[in-house]
């Protein structure tokens, strides 16, 4: 177990819906890091939060947005969902923004779009 | 852009070594990483190198070389749980941040 929590664990919906992933980090981490994860494309940085504020952007897609709250989790929100959409996303957390290099994942959240 | 290669899957005998290559090209080098993530798991830590050489930890140790563009995992006394894939990752610096990129994964089967 990381520390790292995520829910929901599955998700199911259709196409042109939105939703939105949830992620705790790990106790005292102001990290957060966002992936997708899907069999073609591999474990993709999305986005990433460091106490609140936007650090980097990765292939993040306009349909897809985040934010980091006061308490430090973090809400991935998609929309307008497509069937390319389906995929595994992972939130990761860290101590720190630079200095910290390890990541602990969560158990991740698997959406699928019908 | 960065560019990381590493093979996509490779097997080996319990009890045996084996040595996982990836090769990058990065701007910005600040570490390469190495992961293992068993299937519909999440990845879990296994290394981290930002100087040249090998950083060893239990039967697990991890090569770089930051001029040739090459790390490889090197996995002794193979157990069946070992079984899972391997994520090569290069962490570059970009605008004050840091921008990890993963390779498509190295999938080991150990076989008795």
């Known amino acids: 177990d990381s520390g790292v929590t995520q829910t929901p664990k599955h998700l199911i919906t259709a196409t042109g819906q939105r939703v939105t992933l949830r992620c705790s980090p790990r106790?005292?981490?102001?990290?957060v890091y966002w992936y997708q994860q899907s069999l073609d494309q591999g474990l993709q940085f999305l986005i990433h939060?460091?106490?609140?504020?936007?650090?980097a952007k990765g292939n993040i897609l306009e349909r897809f947005s985040a934010q980091q709250f006061p308490d430090l989790h973090s809400e991935l929100n998609l929309s307008s969902l497509e069937l390319g959409d389906s995929a595994l996303y992972f939130c990761?957390?860290?101590?720190?923004?630079?200095?910290?290099?390890?990541?602990?994942f969560g158990p991740g959240t698997r959406l699928t779009v019908t | 852009g960065q560019n990381i290669d590493q093979p996509t899957e490779m097997t080996a005998t319990e009890g045996a070594i084996v040595q996982i290559n990836c090769t990058y090209q990065?701007?910005?080098?600040?570490?390469l990483f190495w992961y293992q993530q068993h299937a519909g798991e999440a990845p879990t830590f296994l290394s981290y190198?930002?100087?040249?050489g090998l950083e060893e930890k239990g039967r697990f140790s991890s090569f770089l070389s930051r001029s040739k563009g090459y790390s490889y995992l090197l996995l002794k006394e193979l157990q069946m749980k070992d079984s899972a894939s391997y994520l090569c990752?290069?962490?570059?610096?970009?605008?004050?941040?840091?921008?990890?990129?993963f390779g498509r994964g190295t999938s080991l089967i150990v076989h008795p």
């Open positions: 990761a957390s860290s101590p720190t923004a630079t200095s910290s290099y390890e990541q602990y």
């Open positions: 106790s005292g981490d102001l990290s």
């Open positions: 939060y460091y106490n609140g504020e936007e650090r």
């Open positions: 990065t701007s910005g080098f600040n570490g």
């Open positions: 190198n930002v100087l040249d």
């Open positions: 990752a290069v962490r570059a610096a970009s605008g004050g941040s840091y921008i990890p990129t």
